[in-house]
Structures are given as structure tokens and as C-alpha cells.
């Protein structure tokens, strides 16, 4: 696909898809609280019609081993892992070969240490799974490392109130994404169910759901790529709909970081709009370890203004769709921008920078890799994205919107 923006102006609306974070999450609440749940404004997202679609299957009908396939969603493999041991049944849960090559030993350990029956069916310690459903609960207490994912912590705490014992996890060490862990309690605590965060102890008693009604805010991470546009544009006025100061998701924090590139943030009642300014500040060290989603769109947006910045928590960007580092490395030294490694800070040089004749971004089957670097158009002659469908796992109509921004797209 062959992007290019001829004007370099943005102006209008964008309404976002609900949030994919949020709408995984409120599936499985639902799918627990025997019918007391209800959603509004689903994620179209395709990994959150894959784990609607695994939810469904899990639950039919019939004794025959399930063969369930969530492809490339990371979130919903997280998440079945946990559900699937509290259904009856005899499940297969599998998914691409790039999921079979993501790490999930650290939650099935936990899962087994509570009395889960699970094994692997390739290699230990990844996909895919064989899980017996219909727990037999022997422990209510784990631990788990808390540098490493904590979609593991969230997919535990989803099922916790289901558990005959409920569950009490300790967190061992650093907790990455915080954020992510609190939506996940902030949104149980929707449906009614409680809990208590005391040091690094999360405990969740035996407990019902109770009636609620879900609604899903405008996805942030989406709201990120818009962040970038402006950031990158001549002139640029974008307003999105829905989005929220006071949003349980994590990746509001675009909304302070990008004001470090030049874009202003202004909370309206109906939702926010964006300015570009001209004014930037001399930050030199942005921490993503509450955000690790955003770091590919920012560093993109330092490398094309030409920031010399250095990042620090992106351990996780290794496990994620495709090893992200290694991909940004790839895919910024196109146009002369370096990312190297001192001590798990990330130093990015722009020094030598220029704008290629002409350039193709690799997307290594990773959405985020599309999405990050289709502002480049915005600064570049034209620019070509491979493999563009990738955008479909969370944000299906991006190509859409950009074309109703004045982006030719060929």
C-alpha cells in the first residue's frame, strides 16, 4: 500500500473504536457472570471478535475435545487460559505460529499451582495449551513476577471471584503496566465484584457478579497514532469523540507525553481535541513502563523530528507480536534513525536522518509496526506499508480514517 498526504494539513473528527483492552476484559466478566453483564460499545477490533468467538465455542455444547484458535491475539490467549479451567470440557488452545513462539509458562504455573490441569502439547512453556476445565481448586494463594507481563496478573484476577477459595496473588518484584492491572480491578468493580490491594498483595474473595451495564471507552492506544499525526502535520486540528480525563486505560499517558512533541491536549465535554503547538520541551527520558503500546509511535514521531532521546521500560516489546525492538531498529535506520541498547535504556540518535527517495516499512504481522509508522507519510514524499490488513487486529478502520483526512492511499 502506497500512503502519501498532500497537503500535510489535518482538521475534523475521528470517532475511535471501542478500546480493545477494555472490551477483552468485560468479555470475560460477562461470560462469568451468568447473564448479570452487559456491554456497550464493543471493540470491532479482530482480536476482540476472536475471543468473542472463543468464548462461544468454549461453551457449546457436546463432551468432544474443543480445538479453540485465537490466532494472533495475545490477550485472548492470556485470558482463555484462565477461563477455560472453569468450564467443563477438554480444550485445545492454540493460535499462530508467532503465538506459539510467545512465552506463557509464568501463568500456567500459576494456574497449575492453584490445582489447574494443563500441559503442553509442543514445547513447555508455550502454546498450545491442553486444559481440562472444571478446576478442583487446592490453593488460594500464588506468586507471580511482575516485570514480565501483566496481562498474566489480569487474566488471574478475571477468574479470581469464580474460584471456590478465591485467590490472593503477591506480586514478586516490579509490577510493569500497573495501569493494565488497575483497569482490570476498576472494571470488576463495575460488576460488583471486590477486592484489596494492600503492598504488593491482591486479594479477591468467592463472589458474584451483580447486574451492570459495561460500557467500553474510545480506545487510547488508537487515539495514540492520531497523536503522531498531529505531531508530524504542518497544521493540525483532530477532534476525538468519547475519550475520557479520567480513563481507566494506561495509554492516556500519549496525552502528557506527546505535549512533549508539540501537541496539545484539551478535555471537552463530548471528548478531546488536538493542537499542534509550536512549542516542545527538552525531555530527554520517557520511562514506558506503564505504557509499553506507546513506544513504538513515539519513537517514530522523536525519530522524524529529529529528537536525540532516550526511552527506558520497554522489557516487554521483545514477547509482543514480533520482537519490537529489533523491528524499530530495522525500520527507523530506513531513513538514518539508530536505537541502541545501554542497560536496558534505549538511546535513539536522529544525527543522520534524511528523507529517502523512496521508502517500504516492514510490519512483521504486527499491527502497531502499520499504525506507527503510517505517519511518516506526513513528513515523506510517500511511503509504502506492507502487509496494511495487520491494522484489522485492533483498529480495522484506520486505513479509512486516514483517507478521510486527506491521505491518498493506492
Keep these: 500500500m502506497k500512503l502519501s498526504h498532500p497537503t500535510k494539513k489535518l482538521q ?45 465455542q468454549a461453551c ?3 463432551t468432544e475435545q474443543k480445538t479453540i484458535d485465537i490466532g494472533p491475539a495475545g490477550t485472548a490467549m492470556r485470558f482463555m487460559t484462565s477461563y477455560l479451567n472453569l468450564i467443563p470440557g477438554d480444550f485445545i488452545l492454540t493460535g499462530t505460529e508467532r503465538m506459539q513462539q510467545r512465552p506463557i509458562g509464568i501463568l500456567v504455573d500459576a494456574l497449575k499451582d492453584i490445582g489447574a490441569d494443563i500441559h503442553y502439547v509442543k514445547k513447555a512453556g508455550f502454546p498450545p495449551l491442553h486444559i481440562e476445565g472444571k478446576l478442583f481448586q487446592t490453593k488460594d494463594h500464588v506468586c507471580i513476577k511482575g516485570n514480565v507481563s501483566s496481562q498474566y496478573i489480569s ?121 499542534k503547538k509550536d512549542s ?22 522523536a525519530a522524524l523530528l529529529k529528537r536525540n532521546v532516550s526511552f527506558t521500560g520497554l522489557e516487554t516489546l521483545k514477547i509482543k507480536e514480533t520482537d519490537r525492538i529489533a523491528a524499530l531498529q530495522t525500520e527507523i535506520g530506513k531513513f538514518g534513525a539508530t536505537l541502541t541498547e545501554d542497560n536496558s535504556i534505549y538511546h535513539l540518535n536522529t544525527d543522520n536522518v534524511k528523507e529517502p527517495e523512496a521508502i517500504s516499512i516492514a510490519t512483521y504481522e504486527d499491527h502497531r509496526m502499520a499504525m506507527a509508522f503510517a505517519p511518516l507519510a506526513l513528513v515523506f514524499k510517500e511511503i509504502s506499508i506492507e502487509e ?23
Design 12 to 56: 475534523g473528527t475521528v470517532q475511535l473504536t471501542g478500546s480493545k483492552s477494555e472490551s477483552n476484559r468485560a468479555l470475560i466478566i460477562q461470560a462469568l457472570s451468568k447473564g448479570k453483564v452487559t456491554i456497550e460499545n464493543l471493540s470491532k477490533a479482530d482480536d476482540t471478535v476472536l475471543l468473542t468467538r472463543a468464548l462461544q
Design 60 to 62: 457449546m455444547p457436546g
Design 155 to 275: 487474566s488471574l484476577l478475571l477468574v479470581a471471584s469464580a474460584l471456590k477459595k478465591g485467590l490472593t496473588i503477591e506480586i514478586e518484584g516490579e509490577l510493569t503496566s500497573r495501569p493494565y492491572v488497575t483497569m482490570t480491578l476498576n472494571m470488576l468493580a463495575e460488576a460488583g465484584i471486590h477486592h484489596s490491594w494492600q503492598d504488593n498483595k491482591i486479594h479477591i474473595r468467592p463472589q458474584e457478579a451483580q447486574e451492570a451495564t459495561i460500557y467500553i471507552e474510545p480506545d487510547w492506544s488508537a487515539a495514540s497514532y492520531w497523536y503522531a499525526m498531529v505531531a508530524l502535520a504542518e497544521d493540525a486540528e483532530i477532534q476525538l469523540p468519547g475519550l475520557k480525563k479520567n480513563s481507566l486505560q494506561g495509554d492516556i499517558a500519549i496525552a502528557e507525553i506527546m505535549q512533549h512533541f508539540g501537541v496539545e491536549t484539551i478535555f471537552e465535554e463530548k471528548g478531546i481535541l488536538l493542537k
Design 280 to 301: 516542545r520541551s527538552d525531555k530527554i527520558l520517557f520511562d514506558f513502563k506503564e505504557c509499553p503500546d506507546l513506544a513504538q509511535t513515539v519513537v517514530v514521531v
Design 388 to 410: 496494511p490488513q495487520v491494522v484489522e487486529k485492533s483498529y480495522p478502520m484506520f486505513w479509512e480514517h486516514l483517507e478521510a483526512q486527506g491521505f491518498a492511499i493506492q
